[in-house]
């Protein structure tokens, strides 16, 4: 097992979801390998996965693609670690409750009733994202 890699919260006592525009179905994986939502499009060494519902929603609002955000009910399927972009190397702790895991994810259901940011947020969060892209720094992948 890599020991990089440790689970940090009890798999018994909270919800992940996880945002995309990905159309999927319960049962099915996401898995690591292919294009990122995010950034350069490269190969995903990671899957994305979050124990509140408000980080699985900017995930659905800003993923990339043509369909409607979507936000999953899943289940880690081995090892999790915290995200490095939204945590420690970004900001202090852990606040949105975000991790990263190479293993799969398993849908098990899908939050049909959110609400989304109003569109002021989600212009400003967006006019972030491409300053910082202006600036090249890219996602943590190691």
């Known amino acids: 097992m890599d020991k990089s890699i440790e689970t940090t919260i009890d798999l018994n006592s909270n919800k992940f979801y996880h945002g995309t525009k990905a159309n999927l179905k319960q049962g099915d994986l996401i898995e690591p390998g292919f294009n990122s939502n995010y950034g350069q499009r490269n190969k995903a060494k990671y899957v994305y996965l979050t124990a509140t519902l408000d980080a699985a929603i900017w995930g659905a609002e800003l993923s990339l693609g043509e369909g409607v955000g979507r936000i999953y009910i899943v289940e880690p399927t081995g090892p999790f670690e915290d995200d490095p972009n939204l945590t420690d190397k970004k900001f202090p702790g852990n606040p949105t409750k975000s991790y990263r895991t190479k293993s799969p994810i398993r849908i098990i259901g899908e939050v049909k009733d959110w609400q989304g940011h109003f569109p002021e947020q989600l212009k400003a969060m967006k006019d972030g994202i491409e ?8 996602a943590i992948e190691d």
């Open 131 to 138: 300053r910082v892209k202006q600036l090249g720094i890219e």
